[in-house]
């Protein structure tokens, strides 16, 4: 899977939030000041090419969805992140992350609630 530029996952997050919409629905996503009409065009159509994005034509106008999920595509995004900055170890991103985000006590609890969780989960799969 490809990566994406910071545009074209912009236009993404928003399609992934509506789900489906027309370019205009795209557009209306975005915040004050807009991009140009162009240029969210532009994008999409990008994305259109690299296969991250699918339409359905009515006439002259296209409805656009996401052919890759959110979910899958930040599997490959941090599988990225944990190969590139962190030596493909899970276990420095969770070090690096909990000591440099001043993450509160309970916030805390909750992600070592979620790593017993799963290794709970790995002791019955063996």
Do not use: C, H
């Not at 090419?49 to 656009?64: P, R």
Request: aromatic share 14%; proline share 3%.
């Amino acid at each position: 899977m490809k990566e994406l530029t910071k545009a074209e996952e912009q236009v993404m997050q928003y399609l992934w939030e509506i789900e489906k919409g027309f370019l205009k629905d795209i557009a209306d996503q975005f915040p004050d000041p807009k991009p140009a009409y162009t240029t969210i065009s532009t994008v999409v159509r990008v994305l259109v090419s690299k296969g991250f994005i699918g339409f359905k034509t009515y006439g002259k106008s296209n409805e656009y969805y996401p052919l890759i999920s959110k979910k899958d595509y930040t599997k490959v995004f941090f599988k990225g992140i944990v190969k590139g900055f962190f030596n493909n170890s899970a276990s420095k991103l969770v070090s690096f992350f909990a000591s440099e985000n001043d993450l509160s006590l309970i916030e805390l609890e909750q992600l070592k609630k979620q790593v017993e969780e799963q290794i709970e989960k790995k002791k019955k799969s063996e």
